[in-house]
């Protein structure tokens, strides 16, 4: 089934003073890293981002929020409104060593589900997860109704969760769900990089 690879590069991070996205890691910006991840995966490869123009050299789609600057609903809710497949996958621009065995993995789980998402520790992980079109109605109602607990909206859909065991399988958690957050987080994602990447 013909799926979306879709990289949320949403906006400024707080605490490293620039988007995310375009942070160095193994000589190339995250963005890049996971754009060449997603080639071989998907027929369709789109950014959400409020900074379009950050974005122009990659040569992708790139898509605002319909719903400007309300978080991570907001911008799962662009790609599913634009996204040209019913099915793709979610993917925060900090996870460079995200798993495209676990990614295809997610996608084959979805089936009948609205999302399958990835739950670590007993926390959820809904900015690596599969989503289907099916998910809109909730995401624009949540937007429409300023509840924008991305984790409290998934009471409300039909979600199938990955557990720890299930992940695993894949590799190491940790690593595969590791966050490129802050100035910390981006050294050692470089020291990880020459073996992961």
């Known amino acids: 089934m013909p799926t979306s690879g879709v ?9 490293m003073q620039f988007n995310k996205a375009l942070a160095e890691i193994g000589g190339k910006p995250a963005v890049q890293i996971l ?4 080639r071989a995966y998907f027929q369709e490869i789109i950014i959400i981002s409020n900074e379009p123009e ?26 599913l409104v634009n996204a040209r497949y019913d099915h793709m996958f979610v993917l925060g621009c ?68 990955l557990k720890d065991d299930e992940l695993e399988t894949f590799g190491s958690s940790k690593e595969i769900f590791f966050n490129v957050n802050d100035p910390a987080a981006l050294a050692k994602a470089r020291n990880m990089a020459g073996r992961l990447l």
């Open 94 to 161: 900090d996870m460079p060593f995200m798993d495209m065995g676990l990614v295809n993995y997610m996608l084959t789980r979805l089936d009948n589900h609205d999302s399958v998402v990835p739950e670590i520790n007993s926390f959820l992980q809904p900015l690596a997860a599969a989503y289907s079109r099916s998910c809109l109605p909730v995401f624009s109602d949540c937007l429409q109704n300023n509840k924008l607990k991305l984790v409290r909206l998934f009471s409300q859909l039909d979600v199938l969760v």
């Open 35 to 38: 754009i060449d991840k997603f």
């Open 7 to 15: 990289i949320l590069a949403g906006g400024k991070s707080s605490r």
């Open 54 to 79: 950050l974005f122009t050299r990659f040569n992708l789609p790139v898509y605002q929020d319909i719903y400007p600057y309300l978080g991570p609903v907001g911008g799962i809710h662009s790609a």
